[in-house]
């Protein structure tokens, strides 16, 4: 046995496939979940969510019955009723879709371009202006992510359909879930970000890559996708964990199709590229940022910190900041929470879903490393929290209790359509 065992560590193509199979089982378990039950399971739940803030729309007056709002008088058609979905970045979104970057390139330059480009074009297809378009297409990427996240969800969790149709109520559940059908850019970054690391489970390398470009296209934190394949790749190839010798063999085995993940950046290359030929100055969009009070980078614990000390000096609890601080402070610390949970303890998504994690915690990072420089530095992280797949898997597998599952649903709602009441009454929520 000691012979056999030191004769040779290099591993054989079955070796390695073998243990593949070992430490990824949920992988063949769902395979054989067809994609027609995806596609019927969260088409009803993007239909409902549809119904849903359709209906808070139109009521969303009735608590400001005779009280003057923000968003002005109170509307008297159809139209006027959709434009209450006209609100901050959708205003951005919507002017370099018509007006391009030129009409204010020291803010509009901030926004990638993907989305705007995508709501160009569809609003020479359809009709009613680039607001429509804008909301259009922000609806069918997010049934589009809905799905692929499901897809997702059941390699992740077993083949359990329950948990998978959990992950997409929870998302849509979530407070800050009605981003998905705003005319803001989540939608489409979800999508791409849960197909490419969908793509990476697959051993689909060029795909994962190309979409991962198009999600670096569309949001910065996209590039980041590029450590998760790295990762990934490297699990895969079992080179994680092993000694010396086996790594070194193993990394031999390297194929072509690693270099995919040089396909990541080149969305925000191909923005700087054009940044330099419009306006000579290939990283305009990052000096944009600091019209945005996204100036300074500073360590994650400093803005926890600082966020926790504005909501003390409160004068009360009832303010506008100290509720917008403690609702961000919240998400920030509950989605490292989850996070940690994601690698150990009885909700763990197990070794080979840590590159989902590791994609998690980096992006997660990106708002407390370059806070807002304002009364709220956590600004817009419960809108960001949506983007970060692993925590809504994890929330899944902590559904199965259920008496978790009916107090995250009726929290979340609950809060989700104050929320959605004052973004459509023109207050800042995320």
Request: with cysteine; hydrophobic share 50%.
């Amino acid at each position: 046995m000691l012979q056999s065992a030191s004769r040779d560590e290099t591993p054989t193509d079955a070796e390695t496939e073998d243990e593949l199979r070992a430490t990824s089982p949920e992988r063949h378990r769902a395979s054989s979940v067809p994609w027609r039950s995806s596609l019927l399971a969260d088409l009803w739940a993007w239909l409902t969510a549809l119904v849903a803030y359709a209906l808070v729309t139109y009521l969303a007056w009735i608590p400001f019955y005779k009280v003057e709002s923000k968003a002005g008088p109170r509307p008297g058609s159809f139209t006027e009723v959709l434009n209450l979905w006209q609100r901050w970045d959708t205003n951005w979104y919507t002017i370099i879709a018509t007006r391009g970057y030129e009409y204010d390139i020291e803010r509009t330059t901030a926004f990638y371009p993907l989305y705007p480009a995508t709501i160009r074009f569809a609003n020479f297809l359809l009709p009613g202006g680039a607001l429509v378009a804008g909301l259009v297409v922000s609806g069918l990427c997010a049934y589009a992510a809905l799905v692929l996240l499901h897809r997702l969800a059941l390699d992740v969790l077993g083949g359990d359909g329950a948990a998978a149709s959990r992950t997409i109520f929870y998302i849509l559940a979530f407070p800050a879930g009605f981003f998905l059908l705003a005319a803001y850019n989540e939608s489409m970054f979800i999508a791409l970000a849960v197909a490419s690391l969908y793509c990476m489970r697959h051993r689909s390398w060029w795909a994962a890559g190309a979409l991962a470009a198009l999600a670096s296209a569309t949001r910065s934190t996209g590039v980041l996708l590029a450590f998760a394949f790295a990762y990934e790749y490297l699990r895969q190839l079992g080179v994680l964990g092993h000694s010396r010798r086996i790594l070194l063999s193993r990394l031999r085995q390297l194929r072509w199709d690693a270099a995919a993940v040089l396909l990541i950046p080149t969305g925000i290359v191909a923005y700087a590229a054009y940044c330099w030929q419009k306006f000579n100055d290939p990283l305009l969009f990052l000096s944009a940022q600091d019209n945005w009070y996204r100036s300074e980078r500073v360590p994650p614990w400093e803005t926890l910190a600082k966020a926790g000390a504005i909501i003390l000096r409160e004068d009360s609890i009832f303010s506008h900041d100290a509720v917008h601080g403690v609702l961000n402070l919240t998400a920030a610390l509950g989605t490292m929470a989850v996070l940690v949970l994601a690698l150990v303890g009885p909700w763990k998504l197990g070794k080979e879903n840590v590159y989902l994690v590791v994609y998690g915690f980096l992006s997660a990072l990106v708002p407390l490393i370059v806070p807002l420089q304002t009364n709220y530095p956590l600004g817009s992280m419960l809108r960001f929290v949506i983007e970060y797949v692993p925590v809504f898997l994890v929330l899944a597998k902590m559904g199965r209790n259920g008496n978790f599952d009916r107090l995250f649903v009726i929290t979340a709602v609950s809060v989700q359509s104050v929320l959605l009441v004052a973004f459509l009454h023109n207050q800042f929520v995320a």
